[in-house]
Antibody, heavy 117, light 113 residues
Framework: EVQLVQSGGGLVKPGGSLRLSCVVS????????MAWVRQAPGKGLEWVSS????????FYADSVKGRFTVSRDNAKSSLYLQLNSLRAEDTAVYFC??????????WGQGTLVTVAS | DIVMTQSPDSLAVSLGERATINCKSS????????????FAWYQQKPGQPPKLLIY???TRQSGVPDRFTGSGSGTDFTLTINSLQAEDVAVYYC?????????FGQGTKVEVK
């Protein structure tokens, strides 16, 4: 069974940092591109970042470029998102997802990041 | 960026009736090299992650009931839910993966009338 288990969300002050994790099981993690997608409270879906299997191709949304860093550890079947210089508008549920053909076929349960003073 | 616009924002359909959701992209997501539309549909229920329903505009994901049908090409796409069931109440999103950034529609909320 494919599972993507997320952790690392929480409440952080503006300007603060947080690291999100996504541990994968049930498929060959090292062979798949992965992505982060977020959803602000009551809002729609926003793609945040993607990383290919070998970490050689990494992309970010303009809204997070220079502040967020995606990485992965294939030996640990883990995906990470380092969130720095957080702003109120970064408040959202963050989902990790497996990249299928560019769509996303498996998703984590989501983790809430709240940026507030 | 490719802008995805869904219509309507919400709709109420009687159980057993058909629901139709439209999505229009600001530019074509059809690649002539392979004749594929880089387009997907998702279903999201409250408190849950999105669930992939359709990819390549019309290919049903494994396990998705055949009452869900995707159609369209280029810039105009449709998700049809035939014979709406109570468990189909959700928000539906379209997404393009023809270009980066990947972009989603704003969502369409489907309710039971």
């Amino acid at each position: 069974e494919v599972q993507l288990v997320q952790s690392g969300g929480g409440l952080v002050k503006p300007g603060g940092s947080l690291r999100l994790s996504c541990v994968v099981s049930g498929f060959a993690f090292s062979s798949w591109s992965m992505a982060w997608v977020r959803q602000a409270p009551g809002k729609g879906l926003e793609w945040v970042s993607s990383i290919n299997a070998g970490s050689s191709y990494i992309f970010y949304a303009d809204s997070v470029k220079g502040r967020f860093t995606v990485s992965r550890d294939n030996a640990k079947s883990s995906l990470y998102l380092q969130l720095n210089s957080l702003r109120a508008e970064d408040t959202a549920v963050y989902f990790c997802a497996r990249v299928h053909y560019g769509d996303y076929d498996y998703w984590g349960q989501g983790t809430l990041v709240t940026v507030a003073s | 960026d490719i802008v995805m616009t869904q219509s309507p924002d919400s709709l109420a359909v009687s159980l057993g009736e058909r629901a139709t959701i439209n999505c229009k992209s600001s530019q074509s997501v059809l690649y002539s090299s392979n004749n594929k539309n880089y387009f997907a549909w998702y279903q999201q229920k409250p408190g849950q992650p999105p669930k992939l329903l359709i990819y390549w505009a019309s290919t049903r994901q494994s396990g998705v009931p055949d009452r869900f049908t995707g159609s369209g090409s280029g810039t105009d796409f449709t998700l049809t839910i035939n014979s709406l069931q109570a468990e189909d109440v959700a928000v539906y999103y379209c997404q393009q993966y023809a270009a980066t950034p990947r972009t989603f529609g704003q969502g369409t909320k489907v309710e039971v009338k």
